[in-house]
């Protein structure tokens, strides 16, 4: 079972991060209606009479895109409407997934390190450990590639 969810995720990544390649460098000051739309070559009016709406009616769906206020739904119909098609993602704000990953691997993996650390320095057993900063990463792989259930917490 650990392999099928391993490969599952696997290639989630690879989807999201092909998708973050490819989009992350779109421009979104323009929204993506009037975008394809003027791609198309279509006039406001135009895309009007195919949604069957007012001319008014797209240029507020299509400020409302830009501002963030519109509905997956009403994007999905005006896309139809140009013969396009959604299509929706999410992507890593920087870099690709495993970086998210090991971002939040580290963390826990400091808490932990630095947290024994202290432990041991009471203890006096701090003589001959690796330095802290290895200790981290050698931890934060592990915890990257087990995925325990509390990873996120």
């Not at 005006?78 to 920087?94: C, F, N, Q, R, S």
């Amino acid at each position: 079972m650990r392999n099928v969810k391993s490969t599952l995720r696997r290639r989630n990544v690879e989807l999201i991060d092909f998708a973050s390649s490819t989009m992350s460098n779109a421009p979104s000051r323009r929204g993506w209606i009037e975008r394809f739309r003027v791609a198309l070559g279509m006039s406001i009016t135009d895309l009007a009479e195919r949604v069957g709406v007012s001319r008014p009616s797209i240029s507020k769906l299509e400020s409302r895109e830009k501002d963030g206020s519109i509905t997956i739904k009403q994007i999905d119909k005006v896309a139809e409407a140009m013969g396009g098609k959604l299509v929706y993602a999410i992507i890593p704000a920087e870099g690709k997934m495993d970086d998210i990953v090991m971002n939040q691997a580290r963390k826990r993996a400091k808490r932990i390190i630095k947290r024994t650390r202290a432990h041991m320095a009471l203890e006096a057993q701090s003589e001959g450990l690796q330095s802290q900063e290895e200790a981290i990463e050698e931890l934060a792989e592990e915890m990257a590639r087990e995925m325990a259930r509390d990873f996120w917490k």
